[in-house]
């Protein structure tokens, strides 16, 4: 499969700068794969009714609030965004009036402000942001109305009531004047942000229901039926994101519960049993690449890569993964991480975990592909070429929406379907390159913002993707497999005749 050249460069007699590079042919037939995605990394959009069973499950960890008091019809505020007093004075809500939940019980919360700190009592009356580890006096209750749950009043740990009394915000209301508009103790919720990934879920339940609830749905999820329905519908392939916590299995980190490798395990089985191939994708790395739900992420922070010691714990879940499937003959590929997003992650910080994760894989397999994800955001399409120089059987990996930016929104159906054969193609080509590596659209769907569309045009919009990114030498995935929004869901175009392979 893989032929490596070596070039040389010559200056005189004496000076020779060589320079390796590889040339990677393509695999025959390429791969054509489907993710399994919200199976061993949970995002809700895919399955929402996972959360239904969480008490209180609109104000999960990591959710954004802001709290409009009814009296005063003002909003909370850490005043400087933090390391001051809480006032109870803006008439309009931004980063200062907003608060990232930690979410300790079902009911019990610690409110996190703009810049950091955590509401508490003070010395005094007052309430302030000035702690950074959040104890006793950081944690509230939210008691919601019964009949109106945006409706809150907020119990400290002295047993008394937050209340605005002017600009002020005070712990020391003694409770009850009831629900009403007069009442200085109760505030009008809005959530601004709600996460629903795996930590969100299994913090929501709680350890014991969280280990019922998790290994339920990786038994039921995804089974030996899947791969047979795969196998005999043009699917050769398929990429399975996993999270971090699972080379801790089966005692991962609190909140994170066991069960995941289990799953895994059987996936290989079954691959096997059916003449597929598996990719291994590292989609939620520890402290998350970008903040999503699908990267694990606690409250929508991104702090991947910032340390070395961040990077080498990354390695070694990439050790863990590649030496337990290194020997199973349907391991196609490890992909090191998922959707680094830039600027917040360093292409230097990038590369040194790239190097190590290559020479990581490589300690098991020679054979197994490695699949490097560009950054999101603003990046160039090949700045890791010059990092895959030298190095054999690399992809890199490329995903493609027509979604998540304003310019699609207008577009019409055939504005989409043209912008794939037109900008989507000449982006294909522009990276699949004689000399480089080799190019995977890892994630795709036939879904876009346009409303309205028929069957037929969803139908040439998936051909027309099918068409441009089967020139990726490496292959392409749908994004996913399976999916309570049908168009987002390959088993269900494929059942309903939209996508044929
Ligand atoms: C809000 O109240 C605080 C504390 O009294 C005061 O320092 C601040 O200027 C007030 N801000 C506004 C916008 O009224």
Redesign the pocket.
């Known amino acids: 499969m893989e032929l490596s050249k070596l070039s040389s460069t010559c200056f005189g007699l004496t000076l020779c700068l060589l320079s390796v590079y590889t040339v990677a042919q393509a695999p025959n037939p390429r791969f054509k794969a489907v993710n399994l995605g919200g199976w061993l990394v949970i995002e809700g959009w895919i399955k929402p009714s996972l959360f239904d069973g969480i008490p209180n499950k609109d104000l999960l960890y990591g959710t954004q609030v802001q709290f409009k008091s009814v009296k005063l019809g003002n909003y909370l505020s850490s ?1 400087n965004g933090g390391g001051s ?1 809480i ?1 109870a ?2 008439t309009s809500a931004s980063g200062w009036e907003t608060f990232t939940l930690q979410r300790t019980t079902d009911v019990k919360y610690q409110f996190r402000v703009f810049n950091g700190q955590f509401i508490g009592q003070g010395s005094g009356k007052d309430v302030v942001s000035i702690a950074n580890d959040p104890g006793t006096t950081e944690t509230f209750e939210i008691i919601r109305n019964p009949g109106d749950n945006k409706r809150v009043q907020i119990k400290a740990s002295n047993g008394m009531f937050l209340q605005e009394t002017g ?2 915000v005070t712990a020391d209301f003694q409770g009850d004047l009831g629900w009403g508009d007069n009442s200085p103790a109760v505030f009008v919720t809005t959530i601004i942000r709600t996460l629903q990934g795996e930590y969100q879920l299994t913090n929501g339940y709680g350890p014991d229901k969280a280990h019922q609830i998790m290994n339920d749905h990786w038994n039921s999820y995804i089974v030996e039926d899947d791969f047979r329905f795969m196998s005999n519908n043009g699917i050769n392939s398929m990429r399975i994101p996993v999270g971090w916590w699972i080379a801790s299995d089966p005692t991962p980190p609190d909140p994170y519960v066991g069960g995941s490798l289990n799953a895994l395990d059987n996936a290989f089985t079954w691959a096997e049993k059916y003449g597929l191939k598996i990719i291994v994708t590292l989609h939620a790395a520890p402290d998350s690449q970008n903040g999503n739900e699908h990267s694990g992420t606690k409250d929508g922070s991104q702090n991947w890569g910032k340390t070395q010691r961040n990077i080498d714990q990354t390695v070694s879940i990439i050790d863990f993964l590649t030496s337990r499937y290194a020997k199973r003959s349907s391991l196609l590929a490890v992909e090191l991480i998922n959707e680094p997003l830039a600027p917040g992650v360093f292409l230097d910080s990038l590369t040194k975990y790239y190097k190590a994760g290559y020479d990581t894989v490589r300690k098991y397999t020679s054979t197994a592909y490695v699949i490097m994800s560009n950054r999101l955001g603003p990046a160039n399409p090949k700045e890791l070429f010059p990092l895959t120089n030298g190095l054999t059987n690399v992809v890199i990996d490329v995903h493609y929406y027509n979604l998540y930016s304003s310019m699609f929104n207008s577009m019409t159906v055939q504005q989409n379907i043209d912008f794939i054969y037109n900008d989507r193609a000449q982006q294909v080509s522009s990276i699949t390159t004689a000399n480089g590596p080799l190019t995977f659209v890892g994630e795709w769907v036939a879904e876009w913002a346009f409303q309205g569309a028929s069957k037929e045009d969803y139908t040439r919009f998936a051909k027309a993707q099918l068409d441009v990114y089967g020139r990726a030498s490496f292959g392409w995935a749908y994004w996913t497999y399976k999916n309570v929004n049908g168009h987002w869901s390959l088993k269900w175009m494929i059942e309903n005749g939209y996508i044929q392979l």
């Open positions: 005043e007093i006032v004075n803006r600009n002020r």
